[in-house]
């Protein structure tokens, strides 16, 4: 069994019904739990519990402390190649989209980790567009040898992998996978993905269980939110995540929210994800899933990332960019997407500091191949 076939008997859920049952007393009765179950969860997304979202906020503020304490782990992107063959409907890397397209020499790699490991960060999520052609597993491979030598843990998000390619990837320096399904419902997925290998909704899917069975460190799922309805959206995904933390216990599972930004196209999303249901969505995904990280990308404003992090959030993203080679010279590539805080690692590290918090630079060692060199004291600033 998979989480395939979860998505399969979850497929007829009468979400209305359900909100439509919900009642205040239900939801104080879900706030003195010690561990909800699927119901409780979907309950606090409902309409009617985002009139009692203090009160959430407040046991998820409790939930977070008690299993994060004051961290906010910060981490960066850096974008190897926009070359791709998928036709996603909503992103700028769309292979019908007329783009420079281009990828990093071996070198190039070397300047980036360079810049980057100079504002004291030790965790980098290396991205491509997803063309096995231009950006092959041998390529990942030779770039992680180069970025291992300046960073404590690289997490990928490409195109998804077989069993055997994540262990190959495991095995060169690869400690951390992101991959996001987009889109949960996949009646609208085969409409947002005309062509290209992304289509296959259930390879797809099934990606952080083939990556888990390789035994990877820590994996980071989520939704697309705008893509669909963002209710049902995120109760699968955060099922999603409880399947895998239970599947998988001795790896560390995250969830992310990232929501729909302006991008190369004509794409605009369907629905509307307003700054308050983003917030809903954090907060019952926090209380239905106590030990889960939580990650807020640059995508989001300064301001609203700021309030987010008594909320519930315990890793973000700083010094951004989704240009290929944006820390050092983008030249003419355009970002898969706008970023929207354009902070700085060390603006980052100042506002973490002064709302209470201790930004976490490091929280990984891999012994098997020494970790760091230049900047191997680096940890909790």
């Not at 990828?103 to 991205?127: D, N």
């Not at 390619?165 to 320096?173: C, T, V």
């Not at 196209?265 to 889960?292: K, N, T, W």
């Not at 939580?294 to 995508?299: A, D, E, G, V, Y």
Request: charged content about 25%; glycine content about 6%; aromatic content about 8%.
């Amino acid at each position: 069994m998979t989480f395939y076939d979860e998505i399969l008997r979850l497929k007829d859920t009468d979400y209305s019904a359900v909100f439509e049952r919900v009642t205040p007393s239900q939801i104080d009765s879900i706030l003195a739990k010690t561990e909800l179950q699927p119901l409780d969860f979907l309950a606090l997304l409902s309409p009617k519990a985002s009139f009692a979202l203090e009160q959430i906020a407040q046991s998820a503020h409790r939930l977070t402390l008690q299993h994060f304490g004051h961290t906010i782990l910060l981490y960066t992107p850096l974008y190897l190649s926009n070359y791709c063959v998928n036709q996603c409907l909503y992103c700028g890397f769309n292979a019908t989209n007329d783009i420079h397209r281009r990828k990093l020499t071996l070198p190039e790699v070397e300047l980036e980790a360079k810049a980057i490991a100079q504002t004291g960060l030790q965790h980098l999520l290396i991205l491509t567009g997803e063309s096995r052609q231009h950006s092959p597993v041998s390529y990942i491979k030779e770039c992680v040898s180069v970025l291992r030598k300046y960073f404590s843990s690289i997490s990928i998000e490409i195109y998804p992998l077989s069993t055997e390619e994540y262990a190959e990837l495991i095995d060169a320096g690869v400690d951390g996978l992101t991959i996001y399904q987009e889109v949960y419902d996949e009646r609208i997925y085969d409409q947002l993905h005309p062509k290209g290998p992304k289509r296959d909704y259930r390879f797809r899917l099934e990606a952080p269980e083939r990556a888990g069975q390789a035994r990877i460190r820590a994996i980071n799922i989520g939704a697309l939110l705008g893509l669909g309805e963002w209710r049902s959206e995120v109760f699968l995904a955060g099922m999603h995540l409880a399947y895998l933390q239970q599947k998988f216990p001795e790896i560390e599972i995250s969830i992310s929210f990232p929501r729909m930004r302006p991008q190369l196209g004509d794409y605009r999303p369907e629905f509307h994800v307003s700054d308050r249901d983003l917030v809903q969505s954090i907060l019952a995904c926090r209380l239905f899933m106590p030990r889960a990280g939580i990650t807020i990308s640059t995508r989001e404003s300064a301001e609203l990332r700021d309030n987010l992090i008594r909320l519930g959030v315990t890793k973000m993203s700083a010094g951004s960019s989704t240009s290929i080679g944006g820390h050092t010279d983008a030249k003419d590539s355009i970002g898969q997407f706008e970023i929207s805080d354009k902070r700085s690692v060390d603006e980052m590290r100042q506002t973490i500091a002064k709302l209470g918090y201790k930004p976490v630079l490091k929280d990984w060692h891999d012994l098997s191949w020494g970790g760091t060199k230049e900047n191997e004291t680096v940890s909790i600033s």
